[in-house]
C-alpha cells in the first residue's frame, strides 16, 4: 500500500524501482512474494527516493553490481537510497546500503572491521 500523496511523486519512485529492478534481473530473480528468489520485493513505498529489497543469497555482493547500482541511484537523483537487508543463511541480517556517494555495508552487533572480516569470509571485497 503506497503513502497519500501525490501520483506524480509515486511515479518517480516507479520510475526509480524499475530501474533497479532491471538491473537486478541481470542476475537474478526479482519476486514480489516471499519466497526464496534472490531479490524480494515486499510492494511497499516510503519515499520517491527510497527503494529496499531483501535478498536471500550473496548475489548482490558481486562489486560490479554494486557499482552499477550506484550509478543507478545517481542517475535518479544525488539524494536517493537502496537499501538490501539479508534475511537468509550466512547473510543474515547483513545490511546494505547504496547511495550516489558509495556502497555501505553493516552487521548489527559488529564492528567496521568484523563487518570486513565476515564480508571477506564470503569472498566479499567492496
Avoid at 58 to 68: G, I, N, S, V
Avoid at 94 to 116: D, F, K, R
Wanted: overall charge negative; some cysteine.
Amino acid at each position: 500500500m503506497r503513502c497519500s500523496t501525490t501520483e506524480q511523486v509515486y511515479e518517480q519512485w516507479e520510475a526509480f524501482h524499475k530501474s533497479l529492478v532491471a538491473i537486478l534481473e541481470t542476475r537474478g530473480t526479482v519476486s514480489s512474494s516471499p519466497s526464496e528468489d534472490d531479490f524480494y520485493h515486499s510492494g511497499d513505498w516510503f519515499d520517491k527516493y527510497v527503494d529496499g529489497f531483501s535478498i536471500f543469497n550473496t548475489k548482490l555482493l558481486d562489486p560490479e553490481l554494486l557499482a552499477e547500482l550506484q550509478r543507478c541511484v545517481a542517475r535518479h537523483d544525488p539524494g536517493a537510497t537502496v537499501e538490501f537487508c539479508g534475511i537468509a543463511d550466512e547473510i543474515y541480517l547483513l545490511e546494505i546500503l547504496v547511495t550516489s556517494e558509495g556502497v555501505y555495508a553493516h552487521w548489527p552487533n559488529m564492528s567496521a572491521a568484523e563487518c570486513q572480516d565476515a564480508l571477506a569470509q564470503l569472498g566479499v571485497s567492496f
